[in-house]
Every structure is written in structure tokens, then in C-alpha cells.
């Protein structure tokens, strides 16, 4: 399968725990997305990496969340003391230069 | 800062009975993409227009561009049962992200 791979694919966790999530890109991609979606809404954006620079973080992106893109591969999103509303999907997205986006399956979070 | 709006949100339909959903937005753009998700999976990608006036077909869905007007629209013709799902038009911000709408979920009854 050479699609966006993400892990885990569902995710609950207790109020306060930290969770991390990893995508992994098409390979030939050097542009990787974070999306959240929230139920009945659109997704909403993150960050955005180029190759390992992590080049524009929303404002939706509060301190308890970080990313990563260690050496321009695959990502992790670490969202730290988990809040209800955390609850989400969350989906990565990768593309080529000025490619379309091909999103992942999404990481399915409930926070309890 | 970039606003998305389609409409309707909400749409059924019967089958063999042709529909339009809008997708305006608020700001220039060169990229708008049409996006089908079926219940509880990720985005699938229909469509991709670049230029004023684009037109692109797959099967019953036709998408089109105006740029001007900042409008597109995703026309189905004899819609078939297959085609429920929730449809979202995104809007290309700055060379990074996308901007969704809210999504219209279609519900085609035999």
C-alpha cells in the first residue's frame, strides 16, 4: 500500500493523559499536513512540515499539541494532558510540491 | 481570512433526480478541490480546478470553477445510491493549507 498510513487508528484515552499519534507519507512527498476533525464539521488545519521544517502552526494548535517530521519521513503529533475537548479525528495529509493532497485514514481520539 | 460556505448542508434526494452544491469563498484563490467522505473514513479526492472557467467530469459528478465570482459548483446527474456520502469543497490558502467547507451530506433514497 503506498497511501498515507496512519497509527494508531483509534485512540481512547483518560482526561490528562498524553497520546501520540504517527503518519506516515507518501514517500516521494515532501509536504506533510495535520487536520482535525470534529463531528458534523470540515477538517480544520494544523501544521504543515516541509521536509522536516515545520513551517506554519494554527492557532488551533495549542501548547499541549507539538509536531515533528524528524528526517522528512513520517510525523508524530503529541497532544499532551488530553482535554474532552481533544476529542476528534485527526488526519494527515501528503503531497509533492504543488501537488493535491492525499489524505490518511485518520486517528480516531475519544478522551474520557 | 479565508471563508468557506457550501451549501445546502443537508441534501436528499431520489434516485434518477439531478442536484447542485455551492462552494463560495471569500478570498482569491488558485486551487479549489472537491472532497467525497463516506461515514467514518478519511477524504477521498474528486476533484482539482485551477482556472477560471474549469470544468472536470467523473461518472455522474461535474465540478466546475468562476473564479470571478468565486464560486463552484458540484452538479450530480441521475444520482444513484452509491453517491451518499459527505461532500466537501476546500479552498487552497497561501502554498500550504487547505480550507473546508463545512460539507454537505447527500442522501440519495432509491
Known amino acids: 500500500d503506498t497511501g498515507v498510513s496512519q497509527d494508531p487508528r483509534h485512540k481512547i484515552t483518560k482526561r490528562g493523559q498524553n497520546v501520540t499519534f504517527r503518519c506516515d507519507p507518501i514517500?516521494?512527498?515532501?509536504?506533510l499536513y495535520w487536520y482535525r476533525q470534529t463531528l458534523g464539521q470540515g477538517p480544520e488545519f494544523l501544521t504543515y512540515?516541509?521536509?522536516?521544517?515545520?513551517?506554519?502552526k494554527s492557532r488551533l494548535l495549542s501548547d499541549r499539541f507539538s509536531a515533528e517530521r524528524p528526517k522528512g519521513s513520517f510525523s508524530t503529533l503529541e497532544i499532551q494532558r488530553t482535554e474532552q475537548g481533544d476529542s476528534a479525528m485527526y488526519l494527515c495529509?501528503?503531497?509533492?510540491?504543488?501537488?493535491?493532497?492525499?489524505f490518511g485514514q485518520g486517528t480516531r481520539l475519544t478522551v474520557v | 481570512e479565508l471563508k468557506v460556505e457550501q451549501n445546502p448542508l443537508f441534501l436528499s434526494m431520489q434516485e434518477g433526480k439531478n442536484y447542485t452544491i455551492y462552494c463560495n469563498y471569500s478570498?482569491?484563490?488558485?486551487?479549489l478541490y472537491w472532497y467525497r467522505q463516506d461515514p467514518g473514513k478519511s477524504l477521498e479526492s474528486l476533484f482539482v480546478?485551477?482556472?477560471?472557467?474549469a470544468v472536470k467530469q467523473e461518472g455522474r459528478l461535474m465540478a466546475s470553477l468562476d473564479t470571478k465570482a468565486r464560486l463552484s459548483t458540484l452538479h450530480i446527474t441521475a444520482a444513484v445510491h452509491d453517491l451518499s456520502a459527505t461532500y466537501f469543497c476546500?479552498?487552497?490558502?497561501?502554498?500550504?493549507?487547505?480550507?473546508f467547507g463545512q460539507g454537505t451530506r447527500l442522501t440519495i433514497n432509491p
Open positions: 495529509a501528503s503531497s509533492a510540491e504543488t501537488g493535491k493532497a492525499f
Open positions: 514517500s516521494e512527498h515532501n509536504r
Open positions: 512540515f516541509q521536509n522536516e521544517a515545520q513551517l506554519e
Open positions: 478570498t482569491t484563490s488558485d486551487r
Open positions: 480546478l485551477l482556472s477560471n472557467g
Open positions: 476546500a479552498v487552497a490558502w497561501g502554498a500550504q493549507k487547505l480550507v
